[in-house]
């Protein structure tokens, strides 16, 4: 216990340092959004259970996967830091939990976890009673299934087939939860599926209102899974391999910007975190559009490519921000041209895939061809070309490769930071298709042409910008990740994100986070349902409106969607005012 | 003749920390010139400044004449520079990293080839050949970074640390080299904290202290009839001059 408490110290203090400037203002903004989820999780408490224990599903999700996708979770204490001293595994292991439930987001959880009582108070006063140590129970399996998939997807980051198969998992578990009212309706749900009581979220729940089998068990699940995370532990301490030991192929390259692509390319096949991130985009793609075929409607299979394409830019957005300092080397040797090399190189990883899985799609859907060929075109050119303008302009700083720690998915300590980038990225790469989709709906046949036109527009235009950006800004950037702060006098959207005081943030925060719901399923499809006249759909609100309602509720969807992007925008804009300061 | 590297004034201020104030320093053609100093004196910052991978607040660096900031191309061709704990194109073996750089600065392929397997050969890092960078070992690192530094054949070597973590023999090739290029002409700036191999390897030596110089010139002037180490702690230690004893350790 005296460990543990050392442990628990240590973090306290850690985060005490941490919590400073930018890094508190983050913090806020997740206090704030994580204290209206819990309030919303209570406010359950007083209803239909049901709902509570389908809520407690998605905490346990969002524990299990937010860190996978989010830069490998929380790191303050790693286990290497006490390699020396020789404590036992299960020690040790026992001492990072206590040191694990210190922190926001085991706080925010607990006051989540506090419906456990207010049901058990409604139910009884045995029931009360049991809730005390169910919460706590149930606290400490959050906690540690997300340590325990970490460290899994770490192993499983050592070897390619490895990385392939977790980004083949992970994209196809993120499309599913995109697209879970396609699940819902095959399985003819129309409430809330049972099995979300039976969940290990669930048991809390199970104990409160009474199952006698719900506690042991969820006592015997935290002492299994504190088992296998001191098992991994030990493993984990020791180098980790994240790259791949195959061939070695001589550079043939003779040219400047042969070498670059030369250079790009074997760092695409032998990074596994790049293998892990490409195979990612690919499944959740295919997954996302393929999973309304469960509906039997095949209207969004033809979109497979595209979706990854964008998925697959968002993922890469922070290319120099991987390399770290590597960039010395470029700004000691003018003349380069490592983006358009760095294009390229993304080019031949990412189109074939693309315009396989987009032809082969298609054919199989029968078409609409004349859409899916100008967004081709179109993204390819937008995603090559903004790629590398995302990653000069909104550079996160990352930890340089030889020097990360033993967990390959943290290439950055700024998680926060790395997951706006990639909302960014999305919504940014996924403009560049628009003038194309909307050449493609009105004219057909004309939509690819303008395709192709933004599309080299865009790999020329921003790949030029981003050029200049390195020249003129390269020294700072390299200054920003030698040493992970941004250096003064620079501003990005990132900097006036961080500088908005902690209430716009937040409204920010909300704006970018939740604009794709109106937006997307609310808005666009809920349109396209209501013209098939398929009604009365699952979540879908316009659906269910009467007929002179249904497409302007869809309307009023998206205009609110876009109406919180832009505000979003709007707050982060930059000001020059500001910046001549 | 103009100097190898002319250092005027460089200015840097971090926040409220005036890493290096107004240093002023000349590196004579032909001349190896030690940079000695403790943790934080500011060396690595001036020597980043020197060869433009850090903007200096004000000042000028010079490299035979053409200036860093404002004629970089000229500049750049002409150092050779190997930065303290940068990181590398990590996914690619030695060799790789050689080719690709001399691609980049624009050497022909056949030159490229053949300077890589005299370096790699040279430096011993030919018994690894399908090893990444990023699995390289830290000497490994430093001896690989000393490649790319010497690939084009610069007129003037800038090292920071270059001899950290490098193993005694490897050490013994590496200074072979480094007179050898002195010999044929070269210049070079080192940093270190070693002050036996600074007084073994340089002619002349400048001591940093607090972001400024202490003493600097040719190295006999600096010492004087001292050592190095005994005027380095005369310029730099502690007012009270003791050294203190660890109380549970020494009995």
């Known amino acids: ?581 | 003749m103009t100097a190898a590297l002319e250092i005027d004034g460089l200015t840097k201020r971090f926040g409220d920390t005036l890493a290096v104030d107004a240093i002023d320093l000349v590196v004579p053609q032909g001349s190896f010139y030690g940079l000695v100093g403790q943790n934080g004196a500011g060396k690595t910052t001036t020597l980043s400044m020197a060869v433009g991978l850090l903007r200096p607040d004000d000042g000028h660096a010079r490299i035979f004449g053409a200036d860093v900031w404002s004629a970089p191309d000229d500049a750049k061709a002409l150092v050779g520079v190997l930065p303290d704990g940068l990181a590398m194109p990590e996914r690619l073996t030695g060799r790789e990293v050689l080719t690709y750089l001399g691609l980049l600065r624009g050497l022909p392929r056949d030159v490229v080839t053949a300077r890589a397997d005299e370096l790699l050969a040279v430096l011993e890092l030919d018994s690894a050949p399908r090893t990444l960078v990023i699995e390289y070992s830290t000497g490994m690192r430093k001896k690989i970074g000393l490649a790319t530094a010497l690939l084009h054949a610069p007129r003037l070597l800038v090292l920071d640390e270059p001899f950290e973590a490098v193993d005694p023999v490897s050490a013994a090739t590496i200074k072979t080299i480094l007179r050898g290029f002195v010999v044929g002409g070269g210049s070079i700036v080192l940093s270190s904290h070693v002050m036996a191999l600074v007084e073994q390897l340089c002619d002349h030596v400048a001591v940093i202290d607090g972001g400024r110089v202490a003493a600097a010139g040719p190295l006999d002037e600096v010492r004087g009839g001292r050592s190095l180490e005994d005027t380095f702690v005369a310029l730099v230690g502690d007012e009270d001059g003791g050294v203190k004893e660890l109380s549970w350790l020494s009995r």
């Not at chain 1, 204490?77 to 926001?104: C, D, K, N, Q, S």
């Not at chain 1, 087939?161 to 578990?173: C, P």
Request: hydrophobic share 55%; charged share 10%.
């Open chain 1, 1 to 581: 216990m005296a460990v543990a408490l050392t442990m628990a110290a240590m973090k306290v203090a850690a985060l005490r340092h941490a919590l400073r400037g930018q890094r508190a203002q983050t913090a806020v903004t997740g206090a704030v959004l994580g204290a209206v989820l819990a309030g919303g999780t209570l406010y359950l408490a007083f209803g239909d259970l049901d709902l509570l224990a389908a809520a407690y599903a998605v905490w346990l999700l969002g524990w299990l996967l937010g860190p996978v996708f989010m830069g490998g979770g929380d790191e303050t204490l790693r286990p290497e830091y006490f390699a020396l001293l020789g404590l036992p595994a299960r020690t040790m292991a026992f001492g990072l939990l206590v040191a694990a439930f210190v922190g926001l987001a085991p706080l925010i959880s607990l006051v989540a976890l506090v419906g456990l009582v207010i049901a058990g108070v409604r139910l009884g006063v045995g029931n009360a009673l049991v809730a005390v140590p169910a919460l706590v129970l149930q606290l400490a399996v959050f906690v540690l299934l997300s340590k325990v998939g970490v460290a899994l997807v770490g192993l499983a980051l050592r070897s390619r087939l490895g990385a392939i198969a977790t980004g083949v998992v992970n994209g196809a578990i993120l499309a599913g939860l995109g697209q879970i009212w396609v699940v819902f309706w095959a399985l003819g749900q129309t409430g809330i599926p049972s099995v979300v009581w039976y969940l290990p979220s669930g048991w809390g729940l199970l104990a409160v209102r009474g199952t006698w089998w719900a506690l042991p068990a969820l006592a015997g699940l935290v002492l299994v899974l504190l088992a296998a995370w001191a098992g991994l532990l030990s493993w984990r301490v020791g180098a980790t391999r994240v790259s791949f030991a195959g061939r070695r192929r001589p550079i043939t390259a003779a040219s400047s910007s042969g070498a670059v692509v030369a250079k790009e390319l074997r760092a695409w096949s032998r990074d596994l975190v790049r293998n892990y991130q490409v195979t990612f985009a690919l499944a959740y793609g295919v997954c996302f559009a393929a999973s309304p075929l469960l509906l039997s409607w095949d209207g969004m299979l033809p979109y497979a490519g595209p979706i990854f394409l964008v998925m697959a830019a968002a993922m890469s957005a922070n290319v120099y921000g991987t390399d770290g300092t590597a960039l010395w080397l470029n700004l000691l040797t003018p003349g380069g041209s490592d983006v358009r090399g760095r294009q390229w190189a993304w080019l031949v990883v990412h189109a074939p895939p693309a315009v396989v899985v987009t032809l082969v799609c298609t054919a199989v859907a029968g078409g609409p061809w004349p859409m899916v060929l100008s967004l081709l075109p179109a993204l390819l050119g937008g995603a090559v070309g903004l790629v590398p303008l995302i990653s000069v302009y909104g550079l996160v700083p990352g930890t340089d490769p030889h020097r990360r720690a033993n967990n390959p998915l943290r290439t950055s300590e700024d998680d926060g930071g790395l997951t706006g980038q990639a909302y960014a990225a999305l919504a940014l790469v996924a403009a560049t298709a628009v003038p194309a989709a909307l050449a493609a709906h009105w004219f057909g046949w004309a939509g690819p042409v303008i395709g192709v036109l933004t599309g080299l527009s865009c790999y020329r235009g921003f790949g030029a910008l981003a050029a200049r950006r390195l020249r003129t800004h390269g020294v700072e950037l390299l200054q920003e990740m030698r040493t992970g702060r941004r250096a003064a006098g620079s501003r990005s959207v990132r900097t006036r994100f961080a500088a908005l005081p902690a209430g716009r943030q937040a409204v920010a925060w909300v704006c970018f986070g939740l604009g794709a719901i109106p937006l997307i399923p609310q808005g666009v499809l809920a349109a396209v349902f209501v013209s098939r006249n398929m009604l009365r759909h699952s979540w879908f609100v316009a659906t269910y409106m009467s007929p002179g309602l249904r497409y302007p509720v869809a309307i009023a969807f998206m205009v609110l969607g876009a109406t919180m992007y832009a505000v979003g925008t709007w707050l982060v804009r930059p000001t020059s005012a500001k910046v001549a300061g």
